[in-house]
């Protein structure tokens, strides 16, 4: 139950923060924007980090998988790309498309056992749920 809770609260923050973001970007520029939602991104993390533990900065460099360091690359062109999706799309429509995309390739990440993901079997209901999702789109989009 709490699985599902957070993971509408993270929808729903997600949502909010394209809508701010673009209208951010609106009033600056698409790099300022990025730059800023990074940099206070990292100023909650590191003030959470003051409060939660201090576990040392030292153990990225342990990281067995090196790639795995990109999260933050892949957050600034996240941001990026969200941006310009709403701007184009509007909120609605991009945050459908967005999510249907991280459906897919979520699946594709488990089927192939990606980056250390445990690997499962083809699932044709799975597949199906996600043709379902895709002709959400096609509905959604429909005039």
């Not at 030292?58 to 990026?80: D, N, P, R, S, W």
């Not at 699946?107 to 499962?120: A, D, H, N, T």
């Amino acid at each position: 139950m709490w699985g599902w809770l957070i993971a509408l609260v993270s929808g729903a923050l997600m949502s909010i923060q394209g809508v701010f973001n673009t209208g951010l970007t609106k009033q600056t520029s698409l790099w300022v924007a990025n730059s800023w939602v990074q940099a206070t991104a990292l100023l909650v993390c590191l003030a959470a980090w003051m409060f939660q533990g201090r576990e040392p900065f030292g153990a990225l460099m342990q990281v067995e998988h090196k790639y795995l360091l990109l999260g933050g690359v892949f957050g600034a062109f996240i941001t990026l790309t969200v941006i310009l999706s709403m701007d184009k799309l509007g909120p609605a429509q991009s945050a459908l498309i967005i999510v249907v995309s991280q459906i897919g390739v979520a699946y594709l990440i488990e089927l192939f056992g990606l980056f250390g993901v445990e690997k499962v079997p083809f699932d044709w209901t799975k597949a199906l749920g996600f043709l379902l999702a895709v002709a959400g789109i096609v509905i959604f989009k429909w005039k």
